[in-house]
Structure formats: structure tokens, C-alpha cells
């Protein structure tokens, strides 16, 4: 994308080298070599011919002499749409699945046990427009619609247990919709869904237009790889979010995104958020977000007075994963597809737990008394003012 700075990884290496690179890479991502895992050529021809970047890092944890270790390959994958959102529905969902296929059929050659995808992949983010025709066409059911019926047989072929949020379509419950997180096993099978907890009121993010709050708490999935939860997009906003994934038992909690670097945008908050989450939860998160400029048929406006326009600004990539440590990888390009790979030891889960005792000392029953206390209609700050005694 002409203009656009492809990634903060290529400032830092373009104008730092030798002891300076060294030191800005323990500093910021928290160790001096990034660990990266060596990329099948295969695979890497296969991102050059179909334009996407792919890279891995390496996870590890401490040995344990009463534990063998517990290595997953998890993958996320961050792309554009596939044609102008003017073309029927049908053949907008089928190119995004025929790009994206590509990427997976990479993810399965170089053994990725666990994938997941950014927020409402297979479509759009056409909720800025406030149009309910023919973006609500998009809609489909979690357990048997196309797109799961797609990835199921992706997910057997490879042995992969697949995320996918979607547009769901409720059929046994009035049609009404919703922001939705499928997991599907490594079986083929559905294991379960989770809808988003928090929906955003802000800017062009006008999703309350056409779905609300989800009603399916903070479930954790029991894969064959490790528990996972699925924090979708501006839940990462709301610390209770990510914690009640941790008590649930989380190893990995996914954040599929849609986010922009406009005005309105979260570009300065995205590397602080899903990092902040791993550490203080003791898990290993993923951050995903799409990438490129999606524009819409008819303009629309923000509510700030400014001119009507077609579209949110950029969806800015960068996704990343990061530790329970708090170190994390270089992220991927904020202009272009990409496959980012974790090799990750989930013991480290546990030693992290063991060594800063966070879980130990949250005192979760203060807080919850605290809490309990908010919520009373005749609530009173616990304020206290110099002048009284």
C-alpha cells in the first residue's frame, strides 16, 4: 500500500544494528534474539507466489525433570478482502475463502496444531456503513454454514483445530445475529462457540446496529492441543475479559480483531493490550487484526462532523503473539497477508505462575466483595477528603 509504513519492525532494523538492535530487543520485546524457527522452502515459495509474508518464533519454557514438555505449533492468519465489496455476496465470501485457503494449506505443510483467524474473516467489516442490506446476507449458522462446513474439512485434512469468528445467524432463536467465535476440533467436529462479550460504541464501530452483547460467558475449549479462550476484539479493552478466561483455565486466548490507525483508531494501544494480558494472566496470548482499506458503495458519516466518506481507514495487521512472561515476537506487516507461527511450550504456563504468584495474591474475594458493592443502587465511592476526621 503506497504511503503506508509496512511495520515497525522495519523502522527498528533499517535505522538499528549491532549492540543498539540488541538492546532495543530486550527492552521492548524482551529478549535480545527472537528465537525464529526455521520455514520450510516449500513454504516460503508458496507465500512469495500468493503475496503473503510468513515467519515463526520459538516459545520455549524451562525444562522440568516431572514434566515432559508440552509443545503446541499455533498459527494466526491476517489478510484482506478478496474483491470490492460491490460484488455479490456470495462471490465476496468465496474469494476470501479461496485466498485464505492458501495460507491454511500452508499452515497444515509447516504442522500447525491450532489456527485462528482475525475477527469476521470471511466477509467485510461493513459495519461502519449502518446498512442492514446485503451485509446482514453475510450471516450464516456457527455449527452447519458454509463457511464452517469449508473449514471442517481443512481442520481433518491437517489434524487442525480451527477458530473462526463469523456473522452467526441464530436459526432457532428468532434469526437474530451475532459476533461469533466457532471452535472447531482437529476431528472436524464443532466443539463449541463463544459470542462477543463487549460490543463497541465508538466512531465507525456501529455493531450495536446489528448485534449485541453475547450470552455465552467466558467459555475455555479442551482441545487435543490445550485449552483455549477467545477474546473477540474490544473485549481486549476490558481487563475482567481476559482474567475470566485465566480462571476458566486458558492456556491460549485468542484476540480476533478488526481495528483501524485512523483518528479514532487503537494503532499506539494494540502492542500493549494483548501483552499486558498474557503477563498479568499467566498465558500465552495471540493478537490478530486484518489488514488493508475496505471501501463501501455508498459514503457514510461519524457523527464528528467531518465529511462523508466510504471507508474506516486502515486495518493495520501487526499481529503478534506473546508469552506469559510478557515476551513477545516481532508481529507481522501492517500492509499485507500474513502467516505468523508460535512453537510453544505451555509449561511455561505454570512456571511463570510459580515464579511471580500473581494468581496467589490477586485476592479475588476483596474484589468481588468490592465489586458487590458498585453494583448497589446506593453505592458511595470510597472517597476520603483531607477535612474529614
Known amino acids: 500500500m503506497d ?19 540488541d538492546e532495543f530487543n530486550r527492552i521492548y520485546y524482551g529478549r535480545k534474539n527472537h528465537l525464529e524457527v526455521p520455514i520450510k522452502e516449500s513454504s516460503i515459495a508458496a507465500a512469495k507466489d500468493n503475496n503473503f509474508d510468513i515467519a515463526a518464533y520459538a516459545f520455549p519454557a524451562k525444562k522440568e ?5 508440552r509443545i503446541v505449533k499455533v498459527g494466526i492468519i491476517q489478510h484482506s478482502i478478496g474483491v470490492s465489496t460491490d460484488r455479490p455476496i456470495n462471490e465476496q465470501r468465496n474469494a476470501i475463502l479461496a485466498k485464505v485457503k492458501k495460507i491454511i494449506d500452508v499452515a497444515g505443510q509447516e504442522g500447525v496444531n491450532i489456527l485462528c483467524f482475525q475477527e469476521l474473516w470471511n466477509m467485510p467489516f461493513a459495519f461502519c456503513t449502518r446498512e442492514k442490506q446485503p451485509w446482514c446476507e453475510f450471516a450464516e449458522s456457527a455449527e452447519n454454514g458454509p463457511t464452517t462446513r469449508f473449514l471442517r474439512e481443512l481442520a481433518v485434512k491437517y489434524s487442525m483445530v480451527i477458530i473462526s469468528s463469523i456473522l452467526e445467524r ?24 463463544h459470542r462477543k462479550n463487549h460490543i463497541p460504541r465508538v466512531g465507525d464501530f456501529n455493531e450495536s446496529n ?54 479514532a483508531g487503537s494503532e499506539y494501544m494494540w502492542n500493549v493490550e494483548a501483552r499486558n494480558a498474557a503477563i ?35 486495518f493495520y495487521g501487526s499481529s503478534y503473539f506473546c508469552g506469559p512472561d510478557g515476551v513477545r515476537c516481532p508481529g507481522l506487516s501492517r500492509t499485507k497477508d500474513g502467516l505468523l507461527i508460535a ?9 511463570i505462575r510459580d515464579r511471580r504468584c500473581y494468581y496467589m495474591t490477586q485476592r ?22 483531607e477535612t474529614e476526621k
Not at 525433570?65 to 514438555?69: A, N, Q, Y
Not at 455465552?216 to 481487563?239: D, L, Q, S
Not at 494472566?281 to 462523508?308: H, L, M, Q, W
Not at 458498585?374 to 470510597?382: H, I
Request: with cysteine; proline share 4%; glycine share 8%.
Open 280 to 314: 498479568t494472566n499467566c498465558y500465552f496470548t495471540a493478537a490478530i487484526n486484518r489488514v488493508g482499506y475496505e471501501e463501501f458503495p455508498n459514503e457514510f458519516t461519524s457523527a464528528d462532523g467531518k465529511p462523508a466518506h466510504k471507508d474506516l481507514g486502515l
Open 343 to 351: 512453537v510453544m511450550d505451555l509449561n511455561m504456563n505454570r512456571q
Open 210 to 263: 446489528y448485534y449485541m452483547e453475547g450470552n455465552t460467558g467466558h467459555p475455555v475449549f479442551a482441545t487435543r492441543y490445550g485449552k483455549i479462550g477467545v477474546n473477540i476484539c474490544f473485549g481486549r479493552h476490558h481487563v475482567l475479559n481476559w482474567m475470566m478466561f485465566g480462571q476458566n483455565g486458558a492456556e491460549i486466548v485468542f484476540n480476533p480483531s478488526a481495528t483501524i490507525a485512523a483518528e
Open 65 to 69: 525433570s516431572t514434566r515432559p514438555p
Open 364 to 385: 479475588l474475594d476483596m474484589y468481588a466483595e468490592s465489586l458487590k458493592k458498585v453494583l448497589d443502587l446506593e453505592f458511595k465511592p470510597q472517597v476520603v477528603h
Open 170 to 193: 441464530d436459526e432457532n432463536h428468532g434469526d437474530i445475529l451475532w459476533n461469533t467465535a466457532v471452535v472447531i476440533s482437529d476431528t472436524g467436529n464443532v466443539i463449541g462457540k
Open 3 to 21: 504511503g503506508e509504513t509496512h511495520s515497525l519492525e522495519a523502522i527498528i532494523n533499517n535505522n538499528l544494528s549491532g549492540r543498539d538492535l
